[in-house]
């Protein structure tokens, strides 16, 4: 082991919990930073990511167009759209400052995999984010819609109601598509065995379900929806842990 990772090593080993509680407010505080930046360049493209928001609804309803009951409804809505836009714009920077927090307590020979993590987050983030308004929205927007004229209610929703529903689940799945980084990382620094990754599917795919009827809104479609990806990205999880033992396990005994 060269001086320098001995040094990274020792020194985080020997990180006080105020140095990291001061890590952490750093951190914290660049990312928003960015977060306030990528806001502030959404905010003046708001009416094309809107256009871009409700076009699954607009399949769906083209001759509705959505209302605001309120004077500040059409605000309120563009303000959140702008917020949400502004956290995927800024999703690197804010997943680097993250991990960086992350690093402080990994040994050297752990940060390496930082550099696969921060893209691989990114990607996962913003890919659960579109994989919801693209995949999902339409079908749970349809199945309220239909469910609505099957009661002889007719659809009138609010602009403000309707970006509220999609930026929160956009934002649920995007985190929620963080499993397989979270599975890796547990295995890699020991916190979990492969073997009792492998032994938990059953009371994992239960948790991810309670987990999905918390987090989505009280429809089937939501639910479902959610949680078969996220137990496919358990599964990717876990994969991934086998991959990287094996391939250490080799190492091992080639040596």
Same mark, same amino acid.
């Given at each position: +082991?060269?001086?320098?990772?001995?040094?990274? &090593?020792?020194?985080?080993?020997?990180? %006080?919990?105020?140095?990291?509680?001061?890590?952490?407010?750093?951190?914290? +505080?660049?990312?928003?930073?960015?977060?306030?930046?990528?806001?502030?360049? #959404?905010?003046?493209?708001?009416?094309?990511?809107?256009?871009?928001?409700?076009?699954?609804?607009?399949?769906?309803?083209?001759?509705?167009?959505?209302?605001?009951?309120?004077?500040?409804?059409?605000?309120?809505?563009?303000?959140?759209?702008?917020?949400?836009?502004?956290?995927?714009?800024?999703?690197?920077?804010?997943?680097?400052?993250?991990?960086?927090?992350? %690093?402080?307590? /990994?040994?050297?020979?752990?940060?390496?995999?930082?550099?696969?993590?921060?893209?691989?987050?990114?990607? /996962?983030?913003?890919?659960?984010?579109?994989?919801?308004?693209?995949?999902?929205?339409?079908?749970?927007?349809?199945?309220?819609?239909?469910?609505?004229?099957?009661? &002889?209610?007719?659809? &009138?929703?609010?602009?403000?109601?309707?970006?509220?529903?999609?930026?929160?689940?956009?934002?649920?799945?995007?985190?929620?598509?963080?499993?397989?980084?979270?599975?890796?990382?547990?295995?890699?620094? &020991?916190?979990?065995?492969?073997?009792?990754?492998?032994?938990?599917?059953?009371?994992?795919?239960? #948790?991810?379900?309670?987990?999905?009827?918390?987090?989505?809104?009280?429809?089937?479609?939501?639910?479902?929806?959610?949680?078969?990806?996220?137990?496919?990205?358990?599964?990717?999880?876990?994969?991934?842990?086998?991959?990287?033992?094996?391939?250490?396990?080799?190492?091992?005994?080639?040596?």
């Amino acid at each position: +082991m060269g001086k320098d990772e001995t040094k990274q &090593n020792t020194h985080s080993k020997t990180m %006080s919990l105020g140095d990291h509680l001061e890590e952490l407010r750093f951190r914290i +505080m660049f990312a928003l930073v960015g977060l306030a930046i990528g806001t502030i360049i #959404c905010f003046f493209f708001g009416t094309k990511i809107i256009t871009f928001i409700e076009a699954p609804y607009n399949a769906l309803m083209p001759d509705h167009p959505l209302s605001a009951l309120a004077p500040a409804d059409a605000f309120i809505g563009y303000m959140k759209v702008s917020l949400m836009s502004g956290l995927i714009l800024s999703s690197p920077w804010v997943f680097y400052q993250l991990w960086m927090f992350v %690093s402080a307590g /990994l040994y050297a020979k752990e940060k390496r995999y930082m550099h696969i993590a921060v893209p691989f987050s990114v990607a /996962l983030f913003i890919g659960g984010a579109l994989f919801f308004l693209f995949v999902v929205a339409p079908i749970s927007l349809g199945f309220f819609i239909k469910f609505g004229r099957f009661m &002889n209610v007719a659809p &009138n929703w609010t602009f403000q109601n309707y970006v509220s529903f999609v930026t929160v689940l956009m934002l649920v799945f995007g985190l929620g598509f963080q499993t397989p980084i979270a599975i890796f990382f547990l295995n890699k620094t &020991n916190l979990v065995s492969l073997d009792a990754l492998r032994k938990s599917r059953k009371y994992t795919l239960l #948790c991810i379900f309670v987990l999905a009827a918390v987090a989505t809104p009280p429809d089937v479609i939501s639910q479902i929806t959610l949680a078969i990806p996220l137990y496919l990205l358990f599964e990717l999880g876990i994969a991934l842990s086998y991959l990287s033992n094996r391939k250490k396990n080799l190492k091992n005994s080639d040596a």
